[in-house]
Each structure stands twice: as C-alpha cells, then as structure tokens.
C-alpha cells in the first residue's frame, strides 16, 4: 500500500513539473491568449501566485516556475521519504 501511494505521489509531482517546464517554453512561441496556454496558466496560476508574491521578477526573469519546481521536488521527496519511514 505505501508503494502505491508513493507512485501516485512521484507521478503527480512529475505531472506539476512536465505542466511547469511546457508553460514555461510555450511561453516563447506562442501568445498569452493562445487557448492552450491560457489552459496552462489556469492550471498553473494557483500554484505559482503566492510564489510571485513573495519572489518578484527580476528583469525579464520570472523565477517562480523554477522555484515551484524545486518545492514540489523537495516535498515528494519528504512525503515519499515520511511513508517509507513508516
């Protein structure tokens, strides 16, 4: 049963960053009324909006697509590690 939970909770962080990491190159080619990003940026904006608050851009970068990514990373790894230790 924990290896179970633990696959959903690898695969669902793996989804966050593969959604992150195709918003985030999508970003350059297409615009932000194009259909698909705006069904990205719905998905990704609750995520990403208290991350904005507290890290503003800087210049042209927006570094919070990074720092989420790294968030979901260190908490699957903590939730995965919890489970295993149970």
Known sequence: ?????????NLLA???????IIDSI???FLSPNHPVRN??????????TPIRRIVPVMGMFD??????????EI???AL???????
């Open 14 to 20: 793996n989804l966050i960053v593969l959604v992150v």
């Open 63 to 72: 570094l919070s697509p990074l720092i989420l990514i790294i968030l979901v």
């Open 75 to 77: 908490l699957s790894y």
């Open 39 to 48: 069904a990205l940026d719905h998905v990704l904006y609750p995520l990403l």
């Open 1 to 9: 049963m924990v290896n179970f939970i633990t696959s959903i909770i």
């Open 26 to 28: 999508l970003s350059y």
């Open 80 to 86: 995965t590690s919890f489970l295993h230790a149970l």
